[in-house]
């Protein structure tokens, strides 16, 4: 499934433009490392309660901040919520954690500017999400007309210089689920930001080569793209390889082979514009595991051995870097993070599950044998 480089034992550190590459023969097994930047999650579920503590500890481990998404139950709707939900994350990270979690509010019909002030004021409110009504977990509570009822909202969001993080996905029944994202880059997206181009959107877990192209298409700066490891890595063949897989759906869908490597081929070349986001939804097994599963893979735990492994089968591991820990805070305005983390060519098997007392989380490609493990320098 990865593909293994029979190389001699490599040190490549991509901290500048130019890398460094030592070579030692001192082993017979061949042996590669990358000393990174840390990385940054630019899309990220946390949950709450016992949810939040069992799976806070992984995205701590590998990444220097996240943009926490606010679909709870009740929504994080206010700037006095964000700070409420931020404060019981941070409780909840290990003692000596330099983790931090950057906030967001969830968009809704009733929002209004002045809560756009408030969060700017904030200092931890770094985006607004948008979830059309019913696009995925906990969207209920989502926008049901972006220009008719969100305006004003939208233009003050100009003015406070807050992204837009947009769920792309229309939810009109009588559109198909796997064209969802097309329909909605040509019926919401693009009159959008015609109506306000100075508007920063970031598009999250784009999964078609229709959203590259759309991307790849405007103003650099003001738009820009999150990938998930589960879309640089799966075809919708992955949800029924074998039976019917819970654990491999989420929304967005997985789409056809020729997306997967469109966006591939977009996260390798260097592009500015896309940057990395888990979009780690973890869901207890009986949640994914029933009638109606869940939509959310939960993937912190592997999601930097799988994206060095995109880019090492790509040919791309100098861009690597860049993609991980240099384009997100770049578009957002936040200084790259000083600490460093090391990207070791080294199998592990990742755990079938992992048991709490609420019950069992399954991580993306349970059981199987990665290539890559993350260690913090």
Same mark, same amino acid.
């Given at each position: ?117 408030v969060a700017k004021r904030s200092g ?17 509570? *989502? ?6 009822? %969100? /305006? $004003? +909202? &939208? ?86 390889? *074998? ?6 759906? %989420? /929304? $967005? +869908? &997985? ?5 997967r490597q469109a966006i591939v081929s ?80 080294a199998q592990w098997r990742v755990p ?26």
């Open positions: 499934m990865m593909k293994t480089l029979f190389l001699p034992y490599q040190v490549l550190n991509f901290s500048s433009k130019k890398f460094e590459v030592h070579q030692r023969l001192h082993s017979k097994v061949p042996k590669m490392e990358l000393t990174i930047t840390q990385p940054d999650d630019w899309h990220l579920h946390l949950r709450d309660g016992d949810l939040l503590k069992a799976v806070i500890s992984s995205s701590a481990k590998h990444f220097g901040r996240a943009i926490v998404m606010p679909n709870l139950r009740p929504p994080i709707t206010s700037a006095a919520a964000a700070l409420a939900y931020q404060e019981s994350i941070f409780k909840a990270l290990p003692r000596d954690s330099n983790f931090t979690p950057l906030m967001t509010l969830y968009l809704t019909d009733m929002t209004g500017p002045d809560e756009i002030k931890v409110v770094y985006g607004v999400k948008l979830y059309p009504a019913g696009a995925t977990t906990n969207s209920q509570d *989502g926008v049901t007309d972006l220009l008719g009822k %969100c /305006l $004003p +909202v &939208l233009e003050e969001m100009v003015r406070q210089n807050i992204p837009l993080l947009v769920h792309g996905e229309v939810t009109d029944p009588s559109v198909d689920i796997f064209d969802r994202e097309k329909v909605f880059i040509e019926t919401i997206l693009e009159p959008l930001l015609q109506r306000l181009p100075q508007l920063k959107v970031v598009m999250e877990h784009i999964t078609t080569m229709d959203a590259v192209k759309f991307v790849e298409s405007c103003k650099e700066g003001y738009v820009a793209a999150t990938v998930t490891p589960q879309h640089l890595l799966l075809n919708r063949n992955a949800l029924f390889h *074998g039976g019917l897989q819970p654990h491999n759906y %989420c /929304l $967005p +869908v &997985l789409k056809r082979e020729i997306h977009a996260v390798t070349s260097g592009s500015k514009r896309f940057f990395l986001g888990t979009d780690s939804a973890p869901h207890e097994r009986h949640k994914k595991e029933c009638p109606c599963g869940c939509a959310g893979i939960y993937n912190s735990p592997v999601a930097l051995s799988l994206y060095a492994s995109v880019f090492e089968e790509a040919g791309a591991l100098d861009k690597l870097e860049a993609f991980t820990s240099f384009n997100g805070p770049d578009f957002y305005g936040l200084p790259r993070n000083s600490s460093k983390i090391k990207l070791r060519k079938e599950s992992f048991s709490f007392p609420f019950g069992d989380i399954v991580p993306m490609f349970a059981g199987k044998t990665l290539e890559w493990e993350a260690i913090l320098v």
